[in-house]
């Protein structure tokens, strides 16, 4: 969107929201605290992160059972997430849950009509300044006045989702988050979900990805929260770093069906596009949201993709730069700008961006890998194993970590056996992973196993397609003079 554009919207929206707004429902009306309640004061606090968050959970509750919340508690709840959407400058997703709002109070009946409110919110710019200082103290690195301020926000407003977040991510132990809301889900209906909710944030920020994967399908499958975006794009995330690049995409694109102005994950499910060759969706894609918000870092991400992959590094370092301008806490783009930046045979440069990657993200295994790639470029051998081993040591013996130590091992000619020993195992765990599909096929070609490598192949492209192996494929098929197939392999590899 252009900046004129922008503006105009903006201004359209604040319209909007000054027809929209109207005072919340009072607790003493209804009789005692409720969720709503805690989403007013919330919003009162400017705590938006927060609102957005436990709005977006609550309005899929109602959609799923409409007579959980009155039309009038509805209605407040599309507004109070329209205006947290308003203030992340997501303008065109506020224009449709603000025309939602508007169409629910259309539907209101003339007795239904919305009081004013007597609650107190004295103490709430003391929240809003708690969680300021809580991300500032976590952006510098000093974690204990950031739990401290985490824990006050949460304090004074018990469903403060983003703050439990928060808190999960500087390691408290989800247990003792759990505790600190056990009040508020005995006391406010319609919470049960709440502590299943901390436990599969729990484990995702622990790394444990398969058990947050089953916790977050359990809570999205048998509860009211089916079909939340958020829940959705948790999954694909966790799918993408548990190296499912097949079930991320899969539930990226649900997300996109059920939000189609959904931004938030798509510099992600942009890169995993790219990869897979499809590089026409990709620019369809960035186009898109463009058109949604160019205030935001996932267009210029899914755009720099695109250039990366078409080779073009010098734009995808730029385009990952405008992007870091706009969220320097963008993982995606700091990982954009040190492969273009390795690729361009600027190592130093591409270590720092990786190593400013895995501080924001030390759970996610490609920061690393994008680490130890730029080692291994500029011959640092040591330097990468060393790393290498200590992921295998931190986030576990999985097929990931596994083959990232082969990958390392590969590249000294004395640690070749353990290299096929270390990817054995990580095919025997995860057969259909491409990344030691990828490498076990490397080091077969070394041997000149090529039946061998064709049989790899073969079995791993049975009950998935990606255009890597299908080349690869191709090249193996050449080595035994089969030019047909082989022809056939790159024609697939290139759709």
Same mark, same amino acid.
């Given at each position: ?53 436990? /709005? ?39 224009? /449709? ?7 629910? @109070?259309?539907?209101? /009946? ?7 409110? %007597?609650?107190? /919110? ?40 983003? !703050? ?48 947050? #994967? ?31 690049? @097949? ?15 959904? #931004? ?56 990952? !730069? ?34 400013? !990657? ?22 640092? #051998? ?20 596994? %083959? ?92």
């Amino acid at each position: 969107m252009d900046p004129g554009g922008a503006a105009i919207l903006e201004s359209s929206l604040r319209s909007v929201y000054r027809l929209a707004l109207v005072p919340p429902l009072p607790a003493a009306w209804l009789g005692g605290m409720n969720v709503i309640d805690h989403v007013r004061d919330m919003a009162a606090a400017g705590l938006h992160s927060n609102v957005r968050l436990l /709005s977006s959970l609550l309005l899929t509750m109602s959609n799923n059972n409409p007579e959980l919340f009155s039309p009038s508690q509805k209605y407040q709840l599309l507004v109070y997430h329209a205006d947290s959407l308003f203030h992340d400058k997501e303008y065109r997703n506020a224009v /449709s849950k603000y025309t939602m709002a508007l169409q629910q @109070k259309k539907a209101l /009946s003339k007795t239904s009509k919305v009081r004013p409110s %007597t609650g107190n /919110s004295a103490s709430t710019p003391q929240s809003q300044i708690n969680m300021m200082l809580a991300n500032l103290y976590k952006k510098a690195g000093q974690e204990r006045p950031s739990v401290t301020s985490y824990k006050e926000v949460l304090r004074q407003c018990p469903l403060a989702l983003d !703050a439990i977040l928060g808190l999960l991510s500087l390691s408290v132990k989800g247990a003792e988050v759990a505790s600190m809301t056990m009040n508020v889900i005995q006391t406010v209906p319609n919470l049960d979900w709440l502590s299943v909710w901390i436990k599969a944030y729990a484990f995702v920020h622990t790394g444990d990805n398969s058990r947050a #994967i089953n916790t977050i399908c359990s809570l999205e499958k048998k509860s009211l929260l089916r079909d939340n975006v958020d829940l959705l794009g948790s999954l694909a995330d966790l799918y993408f770093r548990a190296g499912d690049n @097949k079930n991320s995409v899969l539930k990226f694109e649900q997300a996109q069906m059920l939000d189609p102005y959904l #931004i938030k994950g798509m510099d992600v499910y942009g890169y995993l596009l790219a990869r897979e060759g499809r590089l026409e969706d990709v620019e369809n894609l960035g186009c898109r949201l463009f058109n949604i918000s160019d205030q935001h870092a996932e267009p210029w991400v899914v755009s720099g993709c695109h250039s990366f992959y078409s080779k073009r590094y010098s734009r995808a370092l730029y385009l990952g !730069a405008k992007a870091i301008q706009l969220n320097s806490n963008s993982v995606q783009a700091l990982l954009l700008k040190g492969a273009a930046l390795r690729n361009m045979g600027r190592v130093q440069e591409a270590i720092i961006h990786f190593r400013e !990657a895995i501080r924001l993200a030390p759970c996610r295994l490609d920061c690393y890998e994008g680490l130890i790639e730029c080692y291994l470029a500029s011959n640092s #051998i040591r330097e990468a194993m060393v790393m290498a081993n200590n992921v295998y040591k931190t986030l576990g013996a999985n097929a990931q970590t596994l %083959t990232l130590l082969a990958t390392v091992c590969l590249e000294d000619p004395v640690t070749q056996e353990k290299a096929k020993t270390l990817l054995d195992k990580a095919l025997t765990q995860r057969p259909d992973y491409i990344k030691a599909v990828v490498k076990k096929a490397e080091l077969l070609s070394r041997e000149q196993k090529y039946e061998d490598g064709i049989a790899l192949l073969r079995n791993a492209l049975a009950n998935q397609s990606d255009c890597v192996l299908h080349r690869i494929l191709g090249d193996f098929l050449v080595a035994v003079n089969e030019y047909q197939e082989a022809m056939d392999q790159y024609s697939i590899a290139l759709r």
